[in-house]
């Protein structure tokens, strides 16, 4: 029904960037809402960004003024720039849509997670 495709992650020093995208593709009649979560070992999953369909945007506050989340409507397509990135941004870095696929209700998808490690 819906596939989110995650790319972008990987190993970089701290100071550095990374660039995320999550790609949704499927049977989906429209798209409410696209954003970033995060998971550190031994930590709970936590929110890092989203977009909302009517243009609310939301940051997690320990990445505010670092990481900036867009959204490409056409492509169906989520990002997420993250800049000055430190050793605690380390985590699987998880897609989520919440989007309504023909002939469904509204429901939540996960992307398959994209390592981002922050090391010197």
């Known amino acids: 029904q819906v596939q989110l495709v995650e790319s972008g992650g990987g190993l970089v020093q701290p100071g550095g960037s990374l660039r995320l995208s999550c790609a949704a593709s499927?049977?989906?009649?429209?798209?409410?809402?696209m954003g970033w979560y995060r998971q550190a070992p031994g930590k709970q999953r936590e929110l890092v960004a989203n977009?909302?369909?009517?243009?609310?945007?939301n940051y997690a506050d320990s990445v505010k003024g670092r990481f900036t989340i867009s959204m490409d409507k056409a492509k169906r397509t989520v990002y997420l720039q993250m800049n000055s990135l430190k050793p605690e941004d380390t985590a699987v870095y998880y897609c989520?849509?919440?989007?309504?696929?023909?002939?469904?209700?509204?429901?939540?998808?996960w992307g398959q997670g994209t390592q981002v490690t922050v090391s010197s």
């Open positions: 977009i909302i369909s009517g243009g609310t945007i």
């Open positions: 499927g049977s989906i009649f429209s798209i409410n809402a």
């Open positions: 989520n849509v919440v989007a309504v696929p023909h002939g469904l209700g509204p429901r939540g998808f």
